[in-house]
């Protein structure tokens, strides 16, 4: 088992930047893949971003390239999502995720098997 627990989200203007952390418990968290996914109310939940076990490998979302960055500090057992020129479609409950496979990166929410319970994010125009 893997606990995560989201922090960081609030409100913010377009324009503006925030931090979401994912701390992560339990069973060896450097053994996941781990990704951030979000949720915009009536619509379907959406990969973000994902990041290799060594944090050598990142991967994003079109639309969010070149304006979030994730990293994550094993030592620590943390995930980063820094969120910069945030947009009001940036809107969403974002969620932190692990992925237990042997792959560099999963990009569908299937391949997570744990997930933490959310932090909001709203951008206002």
């Known amino acids: 088992q893997v606990q995560l627990v989201e922090s960081g989200g609030g409100l913010v203007q377009a324009g503006g930047s925030l931090r979401l952390s994912c701390a992560a418990s339990g069973r060896t968290p450097t053994n996941y893949v781990m990704g951030w996914f979000r949720q915009a109310p009536g619509k379907e939940r959406e990969f973000v971003s994902t990041i290799s076990r060594n944090g050598y490998y990142t991967y994003y979302t079109d639309s969010v390239k070149g304006r979030f960055t994730i990293s994550r500090d094993n030592a620590k057992s943390t995930v980063i999502l820094l969120m910069n020129g945030l947009k009001p479609e940036d809107t969403a409950v974002y969620h932190c995720?692990?992925?237990?496979?042997?792959?560099?990166?999963?990009?569908?929410?299937?391949?997570?098997?744990?997930w933490g319970q959310g932090t909001q994010v709203t951008v206002s125009s």
């Open positions: 995720a692990a992925a237990p496979g042997s792959g560099l990166h999963y990009y569908r929410a299937s391949d997570y098997d744990y």
